[in-house]
């Protein structure tokens, strides 16, 4: 039994270097990151405006399903000769178009980017 048991280490000390370990890993995460540029602000303004969009395209084309689904149901019960309740009035599916990024962000990101050098002439 003794052959088992490492003479370096005691569970003590294996504690207290993992602690250690873990303690400087966890200071790590604490680390205050830079305040995010113009460029960056633009960029997740423009990332967050395509989201939105794409969260109403989602929403317009489960709308358009949705009324498709219901219209089959209605066309297949009536075949059936089954008795229907009135159809419920909803709102219309509002189509959102385009996407068209904000004004001031595209502005931004255009002003960020690095203009090309001017072409220098040879001697």
């Known amino acids: 039994m003794r052959l088992l048991r490492s003479p ?4 003590l000390s294996l504690g207290l270097l993992l602690g250690g370990v873990g303690l400087m890993a ?12 113009d460029e960056a602000k633009a960029k997740a303004a423009v990332t967050a405006a395509k989201t939105a969009w794409t969260d109403k395209v989602s ?5 358009q399903s949705m009324n498709r ?11 059936a000769g089954k008795e229907l309740q009135p ?8 189509d959102p178009g385009p996407f068209v990024p904000p004004e001031a962000a595209v502005s931004a990101v255009a002003a960020a980017a690095p203009a090309a050098p001017a072409a220098q002439p040879k001697k």
């Open 87 to 94: 159809v419920v009035e909803t709102p219309a599916c509002a």
């Open 69 to 79: 689904v219901a219209e089959g149901y209605r066309k297949s019960a009536k075949a």
């Open 8 to 11: 370096h280490f005691s569970r």
């Open 26 to 37: 966890s200071s790590a995460a604490w680390a205050k990151l830079p305040a995010p540029t």
């Open 59 to 63: 929403a317009y084309q489960l709308c």
